[in-house]
């Protein structure tokens, strides 16, 4: 059983075009998160929901726009494309409420690598 | 200063050996440290809480210096299995993770 999973495993387009990453958990957590981890492996939080709210949204460029139909789904939109939008985007799950003295473990997808040309 | 900060490594070590990370930190304020561990082209995954007073399980123990700011990460008898690179994290704000860069563990027979 997949706990946290993310669609396509692997996107590779031109610059400019507009791309959807999904991304899914069936572990009942209320907080979703995407994460981009760039060539130099540093990882980075983008944005986090819970229960289909909004929470964090890092400087990130508009043209990345996040998207919680329900709970248990965080997908991400990219519009116009850039060379160095070219990384690995996690998804990730928690139980959590946003409360900085509780935290509790977030469970990692499988990632996306998406390669811009 | 970067908020994460660990030696990138390679750390090359044989099978059998004791090896240790440090990773510091800037923000005092911080109350809970983890490690986690990330496999090649893997996702990140916990691989241990950081108390004040020291976390120990089986072979990895990692300890929390307040004073100094910094917290480790101690492998003894390394398997090939450890090989990975090793991610000193904590939470910042609404639970979000602030990461370190990493450090690269390989172990060799």
């Known amino acids: 059983d997949t706990a946290v999973s993310q669609t396509p495993k692997y996107l590779v387009t031109q610059m400019g075009n507009d791309k959807s990453i999904k991304c899914e958990q069936n572990l009942g957590h209320d907080t979703m998160y995407w994460y981009k981890q760039d060539s130099k492996k540093f990882l980075k939080i983008m944005f986090s929901?819970?229960?289909?709210?909004?929470?964090i949204n890092e400087t990130v460029p508009n043209r990345f726009s996040p998207k919680s139909p329900d709970k248990a789904h965080l997908n991400l939109h990219i519009n116009s494309l850039e060379l160095g939008d070219s990384a690995v985007y996690f998804c990730a799950s928690s139980q959590g409420e946003g409360h900085i003295d509780s935290y509790n473990e977030q469970f990692f997808g499988p990632g996306t690598r998406l390669t811009v040309l | 200063r970067k908020e994460v900060e660990q030696d990138p490594g390679p750390f090359n070590v044989p099978e059998g050996a004791t090896v240790a990370f440090n990773c510091t930190y800037s923000?005092?304020?911080?109350?809970?440290f983890f490690w986690y561990r990330q496999d090649c082209r893997k996702e990140p995954k916990l691989l241990m809480s950081v108390y004040s007073s020291g976390n120990e399980d089986g072979r990895f123990t990692a300890q929390l210096n307040r004073a100094s700011q910094y917290i480790s990460l101690l492998i003894r008898d390394s398997k090939l299995s450890d090989s990975a690179t090793y991610l000193c994290?904590?939470?910042?704000?609404?639970?979000?993770?602030?990461f370190g860069t990493g450090t690269r563990l390989q172990v060799f027979p």
């Open positions: 923000n005092s304020a911080s109350q809970s």
């Open positions: 929901y819970n229960n289909k709210e909004l929470i």
């Open positions: 994290v904590y939470p910042g704000d609404a639970d979000k993770l602030i």
